[in-house]
């Protein structure tokens, strides 16, 4: 049996793997489960579980935790520095990574520095982190196995071919697929009246706020784009991205010999997390089969980098490199959140994210602790340019 590691075990992307691992109790047991603020959900899983060990980040919600959780053997623990010590814990097989954001980024560094099996929905650590990241899993021979729908097909498609970071023979470039999120056929003038509910209600994938506000601003391709590099080690030339509304292939890998494998399947994250968690086997889950007579139709657009530009911004900052991403990454959240509260207009987010990525010089990339201060700076930055415009 594996033994597993779950961050973020309340939200979507724990939601969809703990469905799979209930398929299979012979194959997986849960090491370990972690929330932030949601304590009842937390109780409800370790209740189901029973892992080793239950971790809150939140102070409030931990103390509710503890009262509440009367589960014999679950250890529970306090704090963000012990994410990292559950994720390096030698009896810990895989780690699957979904906090969202750069909460996530220290515990995905911990689990690459021990050398463990990373199953990774956050993008934003290899985004921001990239460069310290990646040399780590060439020493340490971690894996890191994507679970975002479009990196996943990419690690399907390539098979035994795939190894972290490294470029396979024979592959020209790779497509990744954009869902468009809601407004992709909207016009750019309409865009400073749309609502967040209307941004963050998207048309095929069930996602947190603020990967569905990504999604809508197509931000969330320009990191993936990013996160394509680093994993696929592909220069920007070599990272294409067609908008397929349908949401149907996930992505494409295109060879030198003109062969394309794209990998197809319904939208629903339980089949990149469970093609994940079976290292290559293939496992039941609840997803629904595809029926290619039933959808008729897959269509393909050209991604309008004027309409949607944190796409072109993404694509600027990994050709900057260094903290240019980290930068990048550090505004979006804030405008996001900005405009989630109501403090700022749709078509405000891109413009705010442009207007921070010029005005700070990007550097190399230190080390972790640098990397913090500087996502203190830009948040900071950030929100002061918000609060001005107001």
Known sequence: MKSICILGATGSIGDSTLNVLRKHPDKFRVHSLTAHTNADKIIQLATEFKPEHVVVTDVDAYQLVRQQLTVQNTQIHCGSAALEEVVAEATVDLVVAGIVGNAGMASVLAAVQAGKTLLLANKESIVAAGELVMPVVQQTAARIIPLDSEHNAIY????????????????????????????????????KHITPAQAVAHPKWDMGAKISIDSATLMNKGLEIIEAHWLFDMPNQDINVLVHPQSIIHSMVNYIDGSVLAQMGCPDMQIPISHGLGLGQRLINDASFLDLLQQQQLTFYVADTD???????????????????????????????????GQIRFDQIGQINDRILNAIQANQVESLAHLQDLDIEVRFKTETLINSQQ
């Open 156 to 191: 399907q498609c390539l098979g035994s071919e795939y190894q972290t970071g490294v470029r396979p023979d024979g592959v020209k470039s790779i497509t990744l697929t954009a869902s468009g999120g809601p407004f992709w056929q909207t016009e750019a003038s309409q865009f």
């Open 307 to 341: 309409k949607f530009s944190c796409l072109q911004l993404a694509r600027e900052a990994m050709v900057v490199g260094g903290t240019a991403p980290a930068i990048l990454n550090a505004a979006n959240e804030v405008s996001v959140a900005a405009f989630l509260a």
